[in-house]
Antibody, heavy 119, light 107 residues
Framework: EVQLLESGGGLVQPGGSLTLSCAAS????????MSWVRQAPDKRPEWVAV????????HYVDSVKGRFTISRDNSRNTLYLQMRNMRAEDTAIYFC????????????WGHGTQVTVST | DIQLTQSPSFLSASAGDRVTITCRAS??????LAWYQQKPGKAPKLLIS???TLQSGVPPRFSGSGSETEFTLTINSLQPEDSANYFC?????????FGQGTRLEIK
């Protein structure tokens, strides 16, 4: 059974930093592309970033380029999202998604971790 | 970026009814479209991929159709458990955008 467990969310001040983790199990992690998708309260989901199984071919939505970094540690079956210079509009639930990429659908989402950027 | 415009934003219908949600894409996306159902406090659940492929375990009252710029999600014989938000998503190119959503209320 695929399990994706996000952690690391919390309250951070504008301009601050936070790193999210997603612990994966139930599949061969290093063979799957992984994405982060976020959803602000009562808004549509927003795809944030993607990384291939080998750690290459990384892409971001424009609103986070230069501020967020997606990475993975295949030895630990863990996906990361480093967030810097955070803004109020980064407030959302952040979901880790297995396999989601251009040309590929996914029904394997974590439960999400809440990130709030506020003073 | 590819824009997805969903309509309506809100839909109220009775159990047993048939409803249709539309998602318009600009520019065209062939059939690279998914439909999701999302209930409060939960992650989105994939209902349909490639515009019309029903996912395993999804009731056959759900169906999808369309290509290029216009897509529809149809739910036949509405059930109370279908009350949820529904989103379309394109996976043709980055960023993989979502429609703004349709809130479906079962009267």
């Amino acid at each position: 059974e695929v399990q994706l467990l996000e952690s690391g969310g919390g309250l951070v001040q504008p301009g601050g930093s936070l790193t999210l983790s997603c612990a994966a199990s139930g599949f061969t992690f290093n063979t799957y592309t992984m994405s982060w998708v976020r959803q602000a309260p009562d808004k549509r989901p927003e795809w944030v970033a993607v990384i291939r199984g080998n750690g290459g071919d990384i892409h971001y939505v424009d609103s986070v380029k230069g501020r967020f970094t997606i990475s993975r540690d295949n030895s630990r079956n863990t996906l990361y999202l480093q967030m810097r210079n955070m803004r109020a509009e980064d407030t959302a639930i952040y979901f880790c998604v297995k396999g989601l990429n251009t040309g590929y659908y996914s029904n394997d989402w974590g439960h999400g971790t809440q990130v709030t950027v506020s003073t | 970026d590819i824009q997805l415009t969903q309509s309506p934003s809100f839909l109220s219908a009775s159990a047993g009814d048939r409803v249709t949600i539309t998602c318009r894409a600009s520019p065209a996306i062939y059939t690279h479209l998914a439909w999701y159902q999302q209930k409060p406090g939960k992650a989105p659940k994939l209902l349909i991929s490639a515009a019309s492929t029903l996912q395993s375990g999804v009731p056959p009252r759900f169906s999808g159709s369309g290509s290029e710029t216009e897509f529809t999600l149809t739910i036949n014989s509405l059930q109370p458990e279908d009350s949820a938000n529904y989103f379309c998503q394109q996976i043709k190119s980055y960023p993989m955008t979502f429609g703004q959503g349709t809130r479906l209320e079962i009267k």
